[in-house]
């Protein structure tokens, strides 16, 4: 499995030059950070400080975890009011039923209601609910976004195609302590006969995070 | 988590809160731009080990109360550009805060 | 005084909405840190502490070419391998990629 790993490394590492080169990156840059993955892997696991196999399964669980789960909360809260109360109450109990863990975290779910509007950002680093949604996008981690979503929200919604109407409160929430959040939106109307799958195909990442709304038009 | 007992809890849901004005070196949660500025408390989260300890491989204990304040964003922001009742949440412990 | 870490309310560009997947590298890297974690061998309040402690020009790349240099100093810091070892370890893996071995 050691080698199945370094061998997806190496792999990579030889695909280089047409991957970076869109980026105006130096090609030798990035490469100096592979061989740094490569290097403190190899060295950590003959000192007997990890094991590959615990390598194996941080990776595997990061690949399991995707906003597809996050669909799956949103539809099951949409089409079951226990369960939406429940998650509203306490998020983390609620998506333990899922079998979905906070891993040491809180989770805190955040409604929108005709009257509000809720958006996430972490400003001091990129907090990110990651056993929900998976590795948070680079526009989350980004300056721009860790800078602005406090001080200008409504016009970085407007960057993302998300107008918020002047009579609806816009609430950030910057996650920077021990809870994490995720944006329940609301149910777009004309959905009301869909099931929970149907209902998840139109829940994105963008609409959890709060920086866009469901499209049931498409 | 500790068994050790934490702080005494001094904050209640809907009590008015300032942080405090500081500027200590160090790894630090409360973020620069609410130092200094009042909210509301609207909710308690429960009592974690203090980031500000771990951050340097101390165990955190006791633990500190964490509190979810609510402030108006023009209480925050020079000239912000929005309604009045738009509103930003973030999570401060209780060392952080005093009553206003 | 504000660090460089801390930046709401900066003055910044435009959000660039795309978002490339994760490369290999940086999920090893992820994975590194997270096994790291979980072995109670380090906390993610360290590696955010060794994050805002880099200097500003290795803060200023890439999310997870940020993550490399604070977990190196990390690992420094706890003895679990130097700056030192990972340097002449990238150097041998380098040759041995170019080797083609």
Redesign the interface.
């Known amino acids: 499995m050691a080698e199945e790993?370094r061998g997806?490394?190496?792999a990579?590492?030889h695909d280089h030059h047409h991957?970076v080169a869109p980026e105006n990156r130096d090609v030798e840059e990035?490469g100096?950070?592979?061989?740094?993955?490569?290097?403190?892997?190899?060295?950590?696991v003959e000192?007997g400080?990890?094991t590959p196999e615990?390598?194996?399964?941080?990776?595997e669980?990061?690949?399991s975890r995707g906003p597809a789960l996050g669909a799956e909360i949103v539809a099951k809260a949409w089409t079951d009011p226990a369960f939406r109360e429940r998650l509203l109450d306490d998020g983390t109990a609620a998506v333990g039923e899922l079998g979905i863990p906070m891993a040491g975290t809180?989770l805190?779910v955040v409604e929108n209601t005709p009257d509000t509007h809720n958006m996430i950002v972490c400003?001091?680093?990129?907090c990110y609910p990651r056993t929900i949604l998976g590795?948070p996008?680079?526009?989350y981690?980004?300056?721009?976004?860790?800078?602005?979503a406090?001080?200008?929200?409504?016009?970085?919604l407007e960057?993302?195609g998300t107008t918020v109407a002047?009579?609806v409160?816009?609430?950030?929430?910057?996650?920077?302590?021990?809870?994490r959040y995720l944006v329940l939106p609301m149910q777009p109307e004309g959905t009301e006969s869909w099931d929970a799958e149907r209902l998840a195909g139109i829940v994105t990442r963008?609409c959890m995070v709060g920086v866009a709304l469901p499209d049931a038009s498409g | 988590m500790s068994a050790e007992t934490p702080e005494e809890r001094r904050f209640e849901v809907g009590d008015e809160v300032r942080v405090a004005l500081s500027h200590p070196p160090g790894h630090r949660r409360t973020p620069f731009y609410i130092r200094g500025k009042t909210g509301v408390v609207e909710r308690y989260c429960g009592a974690f080990r203090n980031p500000e300890e771990l951050a340097y491989g101390f165990d955190g204990e006791p633990r500190r109360h964490l509190y979810r304040v609510r402030f108006r964003q023009h209480d925050i922001w020079d000239g912000y550009d929005g309604p009045e009742q738009d509103t930003l949440d973030l999570e401060i412990y209780q060392h952080w805060l005093e009553r206003a | 005084m504000q660090r460089q870490h801390d930046m709401g309310g900066m003055p910044a560009g435009p959000v660039e909405p795309d978002s490339p997947p994760t490369k290999p590298w940086a999920k090893l890297i992820t994975a590194t840190v997270g096994a790291l974690r979980e072995k109670k061998l380090m906390t993610v309040d360290e590696m955010r502490r060794a994050l805002e402690d880099l200097p500003s020009e290795q803060y200023d790349r890439d999310y997870f070419e940020r993550w490399a240099e604070a977990l190196t100093d990390l690992l420094e810091e706890k003895g679990l391998a130097t700056h030192g070892e990972i340097a002449s370890r990238m150097d041998e893996v380098r040759r041995r990629l170019e080797g083609g071995t």
């Open positions: 790993e997806h490394v190496e990579h590492h991957e990035t100096h950070y592979e061989l740094m993955a490569t290097a403190i892997r190899e060295l950590l000192k400080v990890v615990q390598i194996r399964e941080q990776l669980f990061m690949d809180e805190v400003t001091l680093c990129s590795l996008p680079d526009w981690k980004s300056k721009s976004y860790r800078s602005r406090v001080i200008e929200p409504r016009a970085v960057e993302f002047d009579d409160t816009v609430r950030v929430h910057d996650s920077n302590a021990d809870m963008d």
